[in-house]
Structures are given as structure tokens and as C-alpha cells.
């Protein structure tokens, strides 16, 4: 019997933070910050669960967004607050997830210019989302 180095495929870790296999494999391992394989179970690549959890803390996870709750933000706040884009909320507004809701919730205040969202409504929006952020480099 061969003895394998403790560590985790990425089905292992897909499933330990709820992702799916695809969203790991296809997005997350091709992030600058993802650990090197500490070796092989098989055909399938094992990493260090310590260090995926490091990269996946510091480079994948979007951290809470300090939005005070009732106070209105326009897309270019929202921006500048959580790095998601204006573009894509203006973009997501029009699209829908499967069951048919939609992927960026409609303002709350549409008076004016520019629709505002409260922070309620954007910390439930983010909630939903999946995350991954490019770097400056890459």
C-alpha cells in the first residue's frame, strides 16, 4: 500500500467550502496566491488544507462591506466600497439566476439621476455572490 501526503483534492475542497468542483478548479487554482500541490492521490492533485485556507481567506473571500444600513448608495459608492463595478451593476440588473430572480436587486430610490440602493440592499446582494478578485498584477 503507497501512502499519500495528507491533503486535499480539489472536490475535497470544493465541498468543504460549499463551491462547486468547476468554480475551484477553473477559478480559484488559477489565482497567483493558490498553494502548489504538496503532491498526488492517484491522477488527482492534493494541496495543503492550511494553505488553500490562507489564500482562499486572503485573495477569494470578500470581506464585509462597512455599509450603514439605511443610508442610499449610488453604483459608483457601491464601487468604491466593495469593488464590485458600477458596469456590473448596471450590468446585473438586467440578468437573471435560474430560478428566476434577479441578479442585482432594483433601487430603492430612483428619484433623481443616479438609483440608490440602501446598504441593506447591497449587503443582501453581496451576500449572494460568489466571490474572486483580480489583482493589481494579474
Avoid at 464585509?64 to 457601491?78: M, Q, S, V
Amino acid at each position: 500500500m503507497v501512502d499519500t501526503p495528507p491533503g486535499e483534492t480539489y472536490a475535497q475542497i470544493a465541498a468543504r467550502h460549499g463551491r462547486s468542483l468547476a468554480r475551484v478548479r477553473n477559478v480559484w487554482a488559477r489565482h497567483p496566491a493558490w498553494p502548489a500541490p504538496i503532491g498526488k492521490d492517484g491522477k488527482q492533485l492534493l494541496f495543503d488544507p492550511a494553505a488553500v485556507d490562507q489564500a482562499v481567506r486572503e485573495h477569494l473571500e470578500r470581506p464585509p462591506a462597512d455599509l450603514e444600513p439605511t443610508r442610499l448608495y449610488t453604483a459608483k459608492e457601491i464601487e468604491q466600497l466593495t469593488g464590485i463595478t458600477a458596469a456590473t451593476i448596471r450590468a446585473e440588473r438586467t440578468k437573471t439566476r435560474p430560478d428566476g430572480t434577479p441578479r442585482w436587486p432594483a433601487p430603492d430610490d430612483t428619484q433623481g439621476r443616479a438609483h440608490r440602493w440602501t446598504g441593506a440592499t447591497v449587503a443582501q446582494a453581496l451576500a449572494g455572490r460568489r466571490t474572486y478578485r483580480k489583482t493589481e498584477e494579474g
